[in-house]
């Protein structure tokens, strides 16, 4: 056996006696961040393209939780996992969210994993196919996404990757029946940017607005209204019928 080999084994040995122990470390001496920008233009409108709009125009009555470059902490003694995006439900922002044990996702606070990852491919060095998805059905994350707009590391733009058996396989349609959501690719203009967006939707293929589309759709729908009922008063005003006498 190589010095490697036993190198690595080792590792996993003392993470595991790691992780039996009782007590957790003091999470003062977890980093939680680092304050080091890493992200494009394009990830970054991408990433708030995912997470505003299940805010805004989500079931309401769903608690979730749904965010951007969080580290997703399995263990007190693993390094985090950083996705560009993940959906939780069944869970909320803690009210004291400036602690140190509710700045992270920690899996041991929360009770759960996240339901969804979402990986936004920009390079060809974020191991998304590789460490970062075993990492991530350790967690026991239900579906991992990558979404590889330039085609650097899959054949496809969109593909998503269901667990079964501990490890992940190709979902063959981007809808999750278990929370209710899929994804889809959109030609379209976000942000004063047009180009093709991933974007969450039902199961006919409906689109999560976003606030700013759900306004505009609200003021379209007023003003076609307002546009019916003039409308309507000219043609009563025709047939010598004053609408303001009807009201």
Same mark, same amino acid.
């Given at each position: 056996?190589?010095?490697?080999?036993?190198? &690595?084994?080792?590792?996993?040995?003392?993470?595991?006696i790691a992780e039996s122990v009782v007590d957790p470390p003091d999470l003062e001496s977890i980093v +939680?961040?680092?304050?080091?920008?890493?992200?494009? %233009?394009?990830? /970054? !409108?991408?990433?708030?393209?995912?997470?505003?709009?299940?805010? +805004?125009? @989500?079931?309401?009555? %769903?608690?979730?939780?749904?965010?951007?470059?969080?580290?997703?902490?399995?263990?007190? *003694?693993?390094?985090?996992?950083?996705?560009?995006?993940?959906?939780?439900?069944?869970?909320?922002?803690?009210?004291?969210?400036?602690?140190?044990?509710?700045?992270?996702?920690? %899996?041991?606070?929360?009770?759960?994993?996240?339901?969804?990852?979402?990986?936004?491919?920009?390079?060809?060095?974020?191991?998304?196919?590789?460490? !970062?998805?075993?990492? *991530?059905?350790?967690?026991?994350?239900?579906?991992?996404?990558?979404?590889?707009?330039? &085609?650097?590391?899959?054949? +496809?733009?969109?593909?998503?990757?269901?667990?079964?058996?501990?490890?992940?396989?190709? !979902?063959? +349609?981007?809808?999750?029946?278990?929370?209710? &959501?899929?994804?889809? &690719?959109?030609?379209?203009?976000?942000?004063?940017?047009?180009?093709? @967006?991933?974007?969450w939707c039902d199961e006919v293929g409906h689109l999560l607005l976003t606030g700013a589309e759900a306004? /505009?759709?609200?003021?379209?729908? /007023?003003?076609a209204e307002r546009q019916r009922a003039e409308r309507l008063a000219a043609k009563l005003r025709s047939?010598?019928?004053?609408?303001? /006498?009807?009201?």
């Amino acid at each position: 056996m190589s010095q490697s080999v036993i190198e &690595l084994e080792s590792l996993v040995e003392v993470e595991e006696i790691a992780e039996s122990v009782v007590d957790p470390p003091d999470l003062e001496s977890i980093v +939680t961040e680092d304050d080091i920008p890493v992200d494009n %233009i394009y990830s /970054a !409108k991408q990433q708030r393209l995912l997470v505003e709009p299940t805010y +805004t125009s @989500w079931d309401a009555n %769903i608690r979730r939780l749904a965010d951007a470059n969080v580290g997703l902490f399995r263990s007190p *003694y693993a390094p985090p996992v950083v996705p560009d995006m993940f959906l939780s439900l069944d869970v909320e922002v803690a009210e004291d969210w400036y602690a140190k044990e509710h700045r992270s996702y920690f %899996i041991w606070v929360f009770g759960k994993a996240p339901e969804v990852v979402i990986e936004i491919v920009s390079n060809k060095k974020g191991g998304e196919l590789g460490r !970062k998805m075993r990492e *991530y059905a350790r967690m026991g994350i239900w579906y991992c996404v990558v979404y590889d707009p330039q &085609l650097l590391i899959q054949d +496809t733009a969109l593909q998503m990757y269901e667990l079964r058996a501990g490890s992940y396989r190709v !979902k063959e +349609t981007p809808f999750m029946e278990e929370i209710g &959501l899929g994804l889809t &690719l959109w030609q379209g203009t976000y942000e004063g940017k047009e180009g093709q @967006w991933l974007r969450w939707c039902d199961e006919v293929g409906h689109l999560l607005l976003t606030g700013a589309e759900a306004a /505009a759709q609200e003021r379209h729908i /007023a003003q076609a209204e307002r546009q019916r009922a003039e409308r309507l008063a000219a043609k009563l005003r025709s047939l010598g019928v004053d609408p303001d /006498a009807l009201e």
